[in-house]
């Protein structure tokens, strides 16, 4: 991997080469204001909810301590869990991520894993010493590739989102749009399309470019075969349904994990 300026070129295992324009300590931190304004909200719900829950024996509670206990807990997870659910989810982007156009990537060009996004979050706690993300802040500026210690620790980056070059549809893409599909063509929840790989992606892919130039049987079979692998896996039952309609099915997965995994050269 070698650094320009502020971008990073990236060689995955598969010999393809990436490149990323990486979020400096400007866009990282007006993101986090963003975070930080919808956790300051969701902090204040969460101690209105325990005292509200509690105010029937609020003496006892808080002589017994358990009001101030639950509270730190419910507090930590509201704000561990709003940035790994939100990184390990959607994308590698909080809100104030997506708002801004960047989002949490491994190293190698891949999409963030849960032990990665366990990790970096944990550790968000350290980055905040002593006040304001003061540590995070002072190693963001002054590291190569703006990380901060979690990124570190797991070994991930922030990147801006690479805007698609205007290119001409494919033949698969016409198809699609001819068909009037799209990401919300059927009900598949965001948590079972993140658990497909690059494995599913690169069947997608060439079940894609295959079924344009086979014909009748050959392509029943192939769309049969390909819907028994992959639909099962986001939840999505195998049965009486016509080649038509797992062909779109299966077109309407290709739609969603295409921005996932099909880079821009």
């Known amino acids: 991997m070698k650094m320009i300026q502020e971008q ?83 994308g590698g982007k909080t809100i104030g991520k997506n708002m801004i156009g960047i989002r949490v990537i ?19 706690i350290i980055d905040m010493l002593p006040t304001s993300y003061f540590l995070g802040i002072v190693l963001i500026f002054f590291h190569s590739k703006h990380k901060r210690l979690g990124d570190m620790a797991a070994g991930t980056i922030v990147v801006h989102e690479r805007k698609a070059k205007k290119q001409r549809k494919s033949k698969i893409e016409k198809v699609i749009e001819r068909r009037g599909l799209t990401v919300d063509s059927f009900k598949i929840e965001g948590w079972a399309v993140h658990n497909l790989g690059e494995k599913e992606w690169n069947l997608l892919k060439t079940y894609s470019q295959k079924i344009l130039d086979l014909r009748d049987y050959p392509k029943r079979e192939l769309t049969t075969e390909v819907a028994s692998i992959l639909l099962p896996k986001v939840g999505l039952a195998v049965g009486n349904q016509t080649e038509e309609e797992l062909e779109n099915m299966l077109l309407v997965l290709y739609l969603m994990l295409k921005e996932e995994w099909e880079f821009e050269l």
């Open 106 to 124: 491994q190293e190698n060009g891949h999409s963030l894993t849960l032990l990665s996004a366990i990790i970096r979050n944990l550790l968000r």
């Open 8 to 90: 990073v070129d990236i060689k995955t295992p598969e010999y393809v080469s990436l490149q990323f324009k990486l979020a400096g300590l400007g866009s990282r931190a007006t993101a986090m204001i963003v975070d930080q304004f919808i956790l300051t909200v969701l902090n204040i719900v969460a101690i209105l909810l325990a005292i509200f829950i509690t105010s029937s024996e609020m003496f006892y509670v808080m002589e017994s301590g358990w009001l101030v206990a639950i509270t730190i807990i419910g507090l930590f997870v509201v704000n561990w869990g709003y940035f790994f659910v939100s990184e390990y989810f959607f």
